[in-house]
């Protein structure tokens, strides 16, 4: 998350463990930008983002936080990241 305020809470309140990277850098149609959380989301062991996280300036960061939780980590390097609200697994 880039929100300080949610970063703040979850570490006061043992909320779930978050990772303060900078704002911006997300594509949001029709917005100034979006949100980290809205490009991906966990399918299975592995964190699946929609775009080139590589591109992100927090990258190495966000790997390191990824890798320590024993996740992999899926993106797609010839794509812009885009918050497209999240991504979900489908299980039936």
Same mark, same amino acid.
């Given at each position: ?30 917005? /100034? ?45 010839? /794509? ?13």
């Amino acid at each position: 998350t880039f929100d300080m305020g949610i970063a703040r809470a979850c570490r006061e309140h043992g909320g779930p463990q978050v990772l303060l990277v900078r704002p911006g850098h997300v594509l949001l149609p029709g917005y /100034e930008c979006g949100f980290i959380g809205g490009t991906g989301g966990r399918i299975g062991n592995e964190i699946v983002f929609n775009g080139d996280l590589s591109a992100h300036p927090d990258y190495g960061a966000i790997r390191d936080f990824i890798s320590e939780r024993g996740l992999g980590l899926v993106y797609f390097k010839d /794509e812009p990241l885009t918050d497209i609200g999240s991504v979900i697994e489908e299980v039936f």
